[in-house]
């Protein structure tokens, strides 16, 4: 990995960690068409790029999180779902990484997204402030997060979706999202660090620094500009944009004849 490998995937992770169309499944793909093998030091630079990007929701959010208690045990109870089910399957997750998995996900969570904004009618989504949520529906956004351990999903998109549903409007159940990503990263974060301590190293520490202040520069960029998106437009986009990109990436697994 060089210095232009990381700034690439510092902004794909940026831009992606918050808006719902899968960053793990972009990292996937670009790591792919960059030719970025899997290794120690790619695990160590995809943990400091996410720490990178999580940094930037709690500069945007620091103010209420550092007053607001009861909003820190809505965001707990609502990730114990999905840290119950991450250390239990885990490894079979893993194991779902692919290319194909990718795409078919993508695919499938983007016409997720147009069927229930087709749907979507203010008058039913009476949530309009996470202070408004009861702890109940906070545990079930947590279980739609689970969802998003199978690669391609998006972890933003299907706490959003699972927002929404349970009549969030738009605007909060955005906000929810990218607050629970705070637990969930630095649990999912802090999890790799123990699973891999013997092996990480700070080798290439300046593509390690790069990495990351390009992840939080465009994590920041990126959760101001949904939450202005979100005033005035639907998901569909995205769940267009995710269609269109499962499809793209079908084609080319088909051309090139690969798994």
Do not use: C
């Amino acid at each position: 990995m060089n210095l232009f490998d990381a700034v690439v995937l510092g902004i794909v992770e940026g831009v992606t960690e918050f808006l719902p169309i899968s960053s793990t499944g972009h990292m996937i793909l670009v790591s792919s068409l960059l030719g970025i093998k899997q290794n120690t030091f790619e695990k160590t630079f995809e943990i400091v790029i996410q720490l990178g990007a999580i940094l930037a929701v709690l500069w945007i959010y620091k103010d209420r999180l550092s007053k607001d208690i009861a909003l820190w045990k809505k965001l707990i109870v609502a990730f114990i779902p999905t840290g119950i089910l991450g250390l239990l399957f885990h490894k079979y997750f893993e194991a779902l990484f692919s290319d194909k998995v990718v795409a078919t996900m993508l695919i499938v969570w983007g016409v997720i997204f147009i069927v229930v904004e087709l749907f979507y009618n203010k008058l039913s989504h009476s949530i309009k402030d996470v202070d408004k949520l009861p702890y109940w529906k906070a545990v079930m956004v947590g279980i739609f997060q689970s969802l998003a351990m199978v690669p391609g999903t998006s972890r933003s998109g299907s706490t959003i979706i699972g927002g929404m549903l349970l009549g969030m409007d738009r605007k909060t159940a955005t906000e929810f999202s990218f607050l629970l990503a705070i637990p969930t990263m630095f649990a999912a974060s802090g999890f790799e660090l123990v699973k891999n301590a013997s092996s990480f190293t700070l080798d290439g520490i300046g593509i390690l620094a790069v990495g990351f202040i390009t992840a939080f520069t465009f994590a920041f960029l990126s959760v101001k500009w949904l939450l202005s998106f979100i005033k005035t437009h639907s998901f569909i986009p995205f769940g267009i944009y995710r269609i269109a990109l499962g499809i793209l990436v079908f084609l080319l697994l088909s051309v090139f004849n690969l798994q």
